[in-house]
């Protein structure tokens, strides 16, 4: 009996100290992640058309941060946590939130947290887009608790986290998608109780409502080029200004630009907006869905600044608008 005591004690502290090897490999942050860190710290966002050399030399040691650490396949999501891009969001993430809570102004500012996830402030409302990472670390759960509103483009997962969505409606903010199925819809109302259901707002395509300060409009598009899957642009005005998100999303039309009217910022998917840039005529443009680590290095290497700018360089007419690459945690102030 004693013996049979001292074997499960045993087996209890092996578990204890792998659990805690575990712990210690994903909290810890080797030197790379925080030289990076401070080298964001030390840089701020430059728009394309003036941008120092200084500014494009970040640009490509974060390119090289994020290649340095992929793999031929995608990476399992197991070894996507203990990776250093990884870790380097997560920190940033903290930031983030701080930012925003501090705060205040007339003025609109806009966070870039990863993929296609942003938050916008514009006096007290914070309006938040896609906020999603690999994995929903402890940090975004935490970051959410800013968003009063929350715009999904579509349900894949490097857009919409379900525990985003949970918190957020719990906390009594409000969810807007534009989902013709309802299959989407239903999804959200899943994660939490009745009661929370009369803060999602699902949008007939091209119409505009009014939900608590702000202006909202969602217009159906194809997800990519793929004609079976949903998608849907959102805009939003806030204060003076009309915000507009892609998602995945291309434009059945070039119509429906017109139902978006005067465009301040066009938070852009770089992989498929490129040819409506002109068309839209933004007077910012931030460049998203690059650097998303749930792929494989060649489309990594494919979705970085340097082809971004690379393509932008080779755009043969010019565009009015201000475009300007955000590395994750970083903000502009739009004027
Ligand atoms: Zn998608
Ligand atoms: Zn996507």
Same mark, same amino acid.
């Given at each position: 009996m004693k013996k049979f005591v001292k074997e499960i004690l045993e087996s209890i502290i092996v578990l204890l100290l792998l659990s805690g090897l575990l712990l210690l490999g994903y909290v810890?942050?080797?030197?790379?992640?925080?030289?990076?860190?401070?080298?964001?710290?030390?840089?701020?966002?430059?728009?394309? /058309? /003036?941008? /120092?050399?200084?500014?494009?030399?970040?640009?490509?040691?974060?390119?090289?941060?994020?290649?340095?650490s992929s793999t031929k396949e995608a990476k399992k999501l197991i070894q996507l946590i203990y990776s250093n891009p990884y870790k380097l969001n997560r920190l940033v993430l903290n930031d983030i939130k701080k930012e925003v809570e501090g705060y205040s102004g007339e003025l609109?500012?806009?966070?870039?947290?990863?993929?296609?996830?942003?938050?916008?402030?514009?006096?007290?409302?914070?309006?938040?887009?896609d906020l999603s990472t690999v994995i929903a670390s402890s940090n975004l759960l935490k970051l959410s608790d800013v968003c009063n509103y929350l715009f999904i483009s579509h349900g894949d997962g490097d857009h919409f986290s379900s525990r985003v969505a949970k918190r957020i409606l719990e906390n009594n903010g409000k969810i807007i998608i534009q989902d013709d199925?309802?299959?989407?819809?239903?999804?959200?109302?899943?994660?939490?109780?009745?009661?929370?259901?009369?803060?999602?707002?699902?949008?007939?395509s091209g119409k505009e409502y009014s939900i608590g300060n702000i202006n909202v409009l969602g217009i159906k598009t194809m997800h990519r080029m793929q004609e079976e899957k949903d998608n849907a642009?959102? /805009?939003?005005?806030?204060?003076?200004?009309?915000?507009?998100?892609?998602?995945?999303?291309?434009?059945?039309s070039h119509s429906d630009v017109n139902l978006l009217g005067n465009v301040d910022v066009l938070l852009a998917n770089s992989i498929v907006v490129p040819l409506s840039l002109k068309d839209l005529n933004a007077k910012y443009i931030i460049p998203l869905h690059m650097h998303e680590l749930g792929h494989d290095r060649e489309f990594l290497k494919e979705n970085s600044f340097s082809s971004y700018l690379e393509k932008l360089n080779g755009f043969e007419e010019s565009i009015g608008s201000k475009i300007y690459p955000l590395v994750w945690g970083e903000s502009i102030e739009v004027v």
């Open positions: 810890y942050n080797p030197k790379k992640v925080l030289r990076i860190k401070e080298n964001l710290d030390n840089s701020s966002p430059e728009e394309y /058309s /003036s941008m /120092s050399l200084e500014r494009q030399n970040l640009l490509s040691e974060f390119d090289d941060f994020i290649l340095e609109l500012e806009i966070w870039y947290v990863y993929n296609m996830g942003v938050v916008a402030k514009h006096k007290e409302d914070v309006i938040c887009f199925t309802g299959i989407f819809e239903e999804s959200i109302k899943a994660l939490v109780s009745e009661d929370y259901w009369e803060n999602i707002y699902n949008l007939d642009w959102l /805009s939003v005005k806030v204060g003076k200004y009309n915000i507009v998100h892609t998602g995945d999303g291309v434009l059945d």
